[in-house]
């Protein structure tokens, strides 16, 4: 911790590591009750120093809630001693806004995160500007002020283009040093034109930053950020119903995201979408992969996991679909079943029949990726076809 000033402080410091989060608010008060009497104390905001590196930690380790009344002391105290308009103050009242935005308690967020805004503008703090011009546009799009949103994202991006600008770069390049606040701008403009059903917009500014990102040199930073604006350009696609588009895309990610976050998003997706071209197989296969990577760790969440488990209890009802007329079928009948890449299902030979021209490309595809899986066939097998439908 950076605040440390003190031995009681560099013991609390020293333990950070060792204690668990319902620990570490405890012990704060310890050391806070054992410093106020001594000579050495040096004043208040030292010990809201303490305090808020200690909130900053309860963040870190993902209890936000236990964070939240630590942030308001040090706020608080902060305020009395040196000042609502000091650097640190502002520090705290930001981290406060970004907290309470993580809880869902954006109004009260609001004011704090403007406030933070426009100090960090005055000190010409352009890093931190723009992360905080991000954070709170999002504020503002969650209390359902798009067009306040949209001004700030407006004044980052203007911010973003000046500083490009002046490091030799193209304006809508990022430059190397704010590619983090670069990549949450723009993530944050797309987010917007989507909830505006404004999908077209959000796929062109997903696309021109993908086409500004790989101008940059390779590092795992650019690396990381391709692969999630390729995500959310995957997801746009899903949403505008291009397919096959968003296909593809999963499929590129799948593999670079193996054992890495948001690894089962990825999967999910692709399952989603195989569900929507009636691919039912192949579907449940990604769907099953995106809830085991959820349970390993790489996944994004619960909600992912629940997904998952909604969809596998709806995929159970599409093996008795007809992919050609839609007819849902008695468990008790037996339907027929494509012998060639053993995914596609009808209720008649006849169905079958009609479908093929349509089914084919995809009927040899998921049989040559079924096979390459098993060790069966070489790549080469693409080219074979589905040998039609038969009982099961």
């Known amino acids: 911790m950076s605040l440390s000033l003190r031995p009681q402080e560099a013991a609390l410091d020293a333990s950070l590591d060792t204690l668990s989060p319902t620990q570490l608010a405890p012990e704060l008060r310890r050391v806070l009750a054992a410093a106020r009497p001594l000579p050495y104390y040096v004043g208040s905001a030292a010990l809201a120093g303490l305090t808020y590196n200690v909130a900053l930690e309860l963040v870190r380790r993902g209890v936000p809630v236990d964070a939240l009344p630590l942030f308001r002391e040090a706020l608080a105290e902060l305020t009395a001693t040196v000042g609502a308009d000091h650097k640190l103050t502002t520090q705290v009242a930001s981290n406060l806004g970004l907290c309470l935005n993580d809880l869902g308690q954006n109004e009260e967020a609001l004011p704090l995160l403007e406030r933070a805004c426009m100090t960090q503008l005055m000190d010409k703090d352009k890093k931190l500007a723009l992360f905080t011009i991000g954070k709170l546009a999002c504020v503002r799009r969650a209390l359902g002020n798009l067009d306040g949103a949209a001004a700030l994202l407006r004044q980052g ?109 990825v999967a999910h997706g692709l399952g989603m979408v195989l569900q929507e071209r009636g691919l039912v197989t192949e579907s449940r296969k990604y769907l099953n992969i995106a809830q085991d990577a959820t349970r390993t760790g790489y996944g994004a969440g619960n909600s992912i996991t629940q997904k998952s488990q909604q969809l596998r209890s709806d995929l159970e009802a599409s093996l008795l679909t007809c992919a050609r007329c839609g007819s849902v079928t008695d468990k008790d009948v037996v339907m027929k079943v494509c012998q060639g890449c053993k995914a596609a299902r009808y209720c008649s030979h006849e169905c079958a029949g009609l ?9 040899r595809r998921i049989k040559a990726e079924n096979e390459q899986i098993a060790g069966c066939a070489e790549p080469s097998a693409a080219g074979s076809g589905g040998a039609g439908p038969s009982g099961e």
Not at 177 to 183: D, M, P, R
């Open 157 to 265: 991006s203007a911010m973003l283009a000046r500083l490009a600008v002046a490091a030799g770069l193209a304006p809508g390049a990022p430059p190397p040093e704010l590619l983090s606040e670069w990549t949450s701008m723009k993530l944050s403009l797309s987010q917007l034109h989507e909830e505006c059903k404004r999908f077209e917009d959000a796929e062109v500014v997903m696309r021109e930053s993908l086409a500004s990102l790989a101008g940059l040199a390779v590092c795992d930073e650019a690396a990381d950020n391709v692969s999630f604006l390729t995500l959310m350009l995957a997801s746009i696609l899903w949403k505008r119903k291009d397919l096959l588009a968003a296909e593809k895309l999963y499929r590129e990610l799948l593999p670079k995201l193996q054992g890495k976050q948001n690894y089962s998003v």
């Open 355 to 363: 479908h093929w021209k349509t089914h084919k490309v995809d009927c």
